[in-house]
């Protein structure tokens, strides 16, 4: 079993950044791929970054890349998302969430465990 905690999230004016941190619990956290998805209200989930096991490799879709960046201490059982140059449109409740495999996935129904979620706000 793995337990997650997203913390970072707020309210920031368009352009803005913020780091939003997801902390694991457990022992092989580096066995784990790790996603973090949004969720807007009347919206699907969708995957906004994923990173395999050992940070090697990404996956960022078309409307964050180049300003959305995942990275991961697995000495510190953590996982980051870095958002830049946000906009009104990245506002949502953000996820993190892990899956028994070292590489990673961009589908939501491929993971086993998720966190509560954090609110981001964007205001133009």
């Known amino acids: 079993q793995v337990q997650l905690v997203e913390s970072g999230g707020g309210e920031v004016q368009a352009g803005g950044s913020l780091r939003l941190s997801c902390a694991a619990s457990g022992r092989t956290f580096s066995s784990y791929g790790m996603g973090w998805f949004r969720q807007a209200p009347g919206k699907e989930r969708e995957c906004v970054a994923a990173i395999n096991g050992n940070g090697a490799r990404t996956y960022y879709p078309d409307s964050v890349k180049g300003r959305f960046t995942i990275s991961r201490d697995n000495a510190k059982n953590t996982v980051y998302l870095r958002m830049n140059s946000l906009k009104p449109e990245d506002t949502a409740v953000y996820y993190c969430?892990?899956?028994?495999?070292?590489?990673?996935?961009?589908?939501?129904?491929?993971?086993?465990?998720w966190g509560q979620g954090t609110q981001v706000t964007v205001s133009s």
């Open positions: 969430a892990a899956v028994r495999t070292y590489y990673y996935s961009s589908k939501s129904s491929d993971y086993d465990y």
